[in-house]
């Protein structure tokens, strides 16, 4: 139990902190409901999905998995698996590299328009997609990159997700200032500054950068879904969407085990980086 | 929040007692200004090249598309205010999928900062176990936002799933909530309401950085639980209620991929889930009007902008900043 004693006389159950924990659990049921039955759903055989009201599936359907993993419009689950992985690890390349570039100019070097520059970049953050959205995709279009992984990827090289390079910006201040200052009496100029002393140094922003970026550009569907159109080309995500119109139950398990498949290696990178992810984005919140 | 230029932190500190490094502060400036700043612009240059053809360019280039008539494959045609007096006056879908965002950013963001501070008030005051809550309230913010859970979302709340029926042995028979044009927003709003664990953890730290005096002396003077929160937490908290407030508020303006998903793709039962990014989308790429969804874009925009510029004037009456007094 956990009646805690801390700063209470005697032996008294601490009721508040029970209820509380009760509170939390319940909540958490509730929470986690979606996923469990997403699980469970996905080894229903086809007559049980209908009277859903049991999560857990009489016998176990593996054939759900076997369809799934036929994929879509001939095109197999790992041709799709391998497509979202080429997509995010590009993304997460050219993230971490533009956008600690960045970070390190605005964090560290001084140099004229830095303010400026600065509060644009700021703003960028509040920019919606959608107002550069179409003059990009015009550009992509002519660039003959229109169902290519390019303006999935390309963009990101350039630092265009301005949140990371806040985020990295503000990691970079908490570094003591002593520590380039005496790299810089060292005789190191700021490249060897930079790559020596402070990119070590911010490993923690940069794992959150990588971590965040993977599942961002893996769950992202808006612009793979105006990017690409050749099945072979399709994601994971992008898959997912042939069920998005079917309204037949039949088609509930496949569904559902290609879902899951879907999610997997979101859940994977959760459990593995859980602490960095939330850390993350906490200090984001945070004064740095 | 610190929305500041860095030269605050960066600048030397003036009138430091170690003269010695002061003296290499200032002997380094003045030795390698030159090839600080250079290096400066070769650190800066992917993002001063992304800002500027993929940014920058891009929202002019998307201003003056919204005055013409652009399918892609002709050159734009000039037609001047067209798609905006087109939008504001003779779109009836134009102005449903702009009410349907409105309701939807005044229903979900205000709800899902509720639980997220009412969950990290619990959280911060739970002792042990609170890493584990905190992970585990958080996983929905990173799944939520997929493909595969808006279809379990679909599934949970469509005629015959798990909700459904659980509300009709109460009585309550929807006939399915996503097929009534009534309530299939609010279950877009609760799919975002769910991943409040981001704003949460956020939150947490928040609390976390509130110094403990600060409730010793409400206690002292005699003040009650709801009196400290009000009194202490909320005002201490204030910054981070804005950071969320902001992003939060930003962020469900676009929404998307939920109400493509719920709505089967179409906005639909009866244009009830066409949120303004899947009319912009679809009078962008299925109906090839590039210039109407440009002039779109612009609009959410400068929407964007001005809420945003309301929140940060409004702030100045009820975000305190402790460093700043």
């Known amino acids: ?288 | 929040m610190n929305v500041e230029a860095p030269d605050q932190q960066v600048s030397p500190p003036r009138g430091r007692p170690d003269s010695e490094s002061a003296a290499a502060d200032s002997a380094t400036r003045r030795n390698r200004p030159r090839r600080r700043e250079g290096a400066a612009w070769v650190f800066l240059s992917p993002w001063l090249l992304g800002a500027a053809v993929l940014t920058l360019t891009p929202m002019l280039v998307s201003l003056y598309l919204s005055f013409t008539q652009y399918d892609l494959f002709t050159a734009p045609e000039w037609v001047g205010l067209d798609n905006y007096v087109h939008m504001f006056t003779s779109d009836p879908r134009y102005w449903r999928s702009a009410m349907n965002t409105l309701i939807y950013v005044l229903v979900a963001v205000p709800l899902q900062l509720a639980v997220a501070l009412a969950v990290a008030l619990a959280l911060n005051s739970i002792g042990r176990g609170k890493g584990f809550y905190r992970s585990a309230f958080y996983a929905p913010s990173l799944l939520g936002a997929s493909m595969s859970i808006a279809l379990v979302w679909r599934a949970l709340f469509n005629d015959g799933g798990t909700v459904d029926d659980l509300l009709s042995t109460f009585g309550f028979d929807m006939g399915g909530w996503v097929n009534q044009p009534g309530w299939a927003l609010l279950v877009v709003a609760l799919l975002t309401i769910w991943q409040f664990g981001a704003p949460m953890v956020i939150f947490l730290a928040g609390l976390q950085q509130v110094p403990h005096e600060l409730y010793e002396a409400a206690e002292v003077d005699g003040a009650g639980r709801m009196r400290r929160f009000l009194s202490v937490t909320l005002p201490m908290l204030s910054p981070v209620l804005f950071f969320n407030l902001v992003l939060q508020t930003i962020q469900a303006f676009q929404v998307f991929t939920p109400a493509f998903t719920v709505s089967g793709g179409r906005g639909g039962p009866a244009d009830s889930t066409l949120f303004y990014t899947l009319y912009l989308y679809d009078r962008g790429f299925t109906a090839s009007h590039m210039g109407y969804a440009s002039a779109m874009a612009w609009v959410l925009l400068v929407v964007i902008g001005i809420v945003t510029a309301l929140l940060f004037r409004s702030a100045r009456s009820w975000v305190f900043y402790n460093d700043k007094g």
């Open chain 1, 1 to 288: 139990m956990v009646a805690v004693r801390e700063s209470l006389p005697g032996r008294r159950i601490d009721w508040a902190r029970i209820g509380l924990h009760v509170g939390c659990l319940a909540a958490l049921l509730v929470m986690l409901y979606p996923l469990a039955w997403l699980i469970a759903t996905s080894f229903k055989p086809a007559d049980e999905v209908i009277s859903s009201l049991r999560l857990l599936p009489s016998r176990l359907a593996m054939n759900n998995y076997t369809t799934a993993l036929e994929g879509v419009g001939g095109v197999s689950v790992l041709r799709l698996i391998g497509n979202s992985l080429i997509i995010s690890t590009g993304a997460v390349l050219g993230n971490v590299i533009s956008c600690s570039l960045a970070a390190y100019a605005f964090a560290r070097l001084r140099f004229t328009l830095r303010g400026p520059l600065f509060a644009l970049m700021l703003a960028t953050i509040m920019l919606p997609q959608h107002a550069v959205l179409i003059p990009q995709y015009i550009v992509f279009n002519q660039l003959g990159m229109v169902n290519t992984f390019w303006p999935l990827v390309l963009p990101k090289f350039l630092a265009t997700d301005a949140f990371f390079v806040f985020l990295t910006v503000q990691f970079m201040r908490g570094i003591p200032k002593e520590l380039d200052e005496a790299a810089t009496l060292d005789g190191c100029g700021p490249f060897r500054t930079f790559f020596r002393i402070i990119l070590p140094l911010s490993r923690p922003a940069l794992i959150t950068t990588a971590i965040f970026t993977f599942i961002w550009t893996w769950n992202d569907f808006f612009l793979q879904l105006i990017y690409l159109f050749e099945p072979e080309k399709f994601t994971i995500t992008l898959a997912l969407r042939s069920f998005v119109d079917t309204s037949s139950q039949s088609a509930y398990g496949p569904m559902f085990a290609m879902s899951v498949i879907a999610l997997l290696p979101i859940v994977l990178f959760f459990m593995a980086f859980q602490r960095f992810l939330v850390e993350g984005m906490a200090s984001s919140g945070v004064k740095g």
